[in-house]
């Protein structure tokens, strides 16, 4: 999809079906993921892909927001492998993550499938369910699936404040 239809057209989506999503696609969205840039090209986060009847009841446990996906794609972020700006010692693995995460997000969308950026969700409690995730800063998880014939964008998607009040031109 052409970038500016693109983003323009994304929204959360929240209400998905939970039938499997095809692997070229799944392939496509990670490929995505990984083309992020991220500070010195370090690279500081994973993905973890979770499917199945067993991690969908987990999730469910963890947030409330898992949309009746069947896919779930997790993004954590390393600040042990992270950049650190020298000048304040800003470590920069959740920006690097996060521009891993909007790839991902927005691939899903130029997919056709549907997807929300889920941040709110017991990130303690889903460490004790995946050890693997423990030195992880996890800062989004996206439900994925095909999209619901009766899905619309919420009330929040309209509302962007404008040019005028969010950009300042410095001459
Ligand atoms: C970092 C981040 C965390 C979010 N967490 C949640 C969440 O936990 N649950 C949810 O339903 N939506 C969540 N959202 C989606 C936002 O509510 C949504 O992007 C915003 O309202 C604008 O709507 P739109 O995405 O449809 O344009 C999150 C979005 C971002 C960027």
Redesign the pocket.
């Known amino acids: 999809m052409e970038f500016n239809k693109l983003v323009q057209d994304r ?2 989506c ?1 209400k998905l079906k939970g039938t499997p999503i095809e692997e070229e696609k799944l392939d496509r969205i990670l490929e995505a993921g990984l083309a992020a840039p991220t500070g010195c090209n370090y690279q500081p986060y994973k993905l973890w892909v979770l499917t199945g009847e067993e991690n969908c009841r987990i999730l469910s446990e963890l947030t409330k ?1 898992t949309f009746g996906a069947g896919t779930f794609i997790v993004v954590g972020a390393d600040p042990s492998k992270a950049w650190t700006r020298k000048f304040d010692g800003l470590n920069i693995a959740v920006i690097d993550a996060s521009i891993v995460a909007t790839h991902i997000m927005l691939a899903i969308h130029d997919e056709g499938l549907g997807s ?5 969700f017991n990130a303690p409690e889903m460490k004790k369910h995946y050890p693997e995730m423990e030195d992880y800063e996890l800062i ?1 998880i996206f439900p994925v699936g095909e999209i619901e014939e009766d899905a619309k ?2 009330r ?2 309209f509302e962007r404040k404008g040019i005028s009040e969010m950009v300042t031109y410095l001459d």
């Open positions: 929204y959360s929240r927001y929300t950026w889920v941040g709110s989004a964008p919420a929040l998607h």
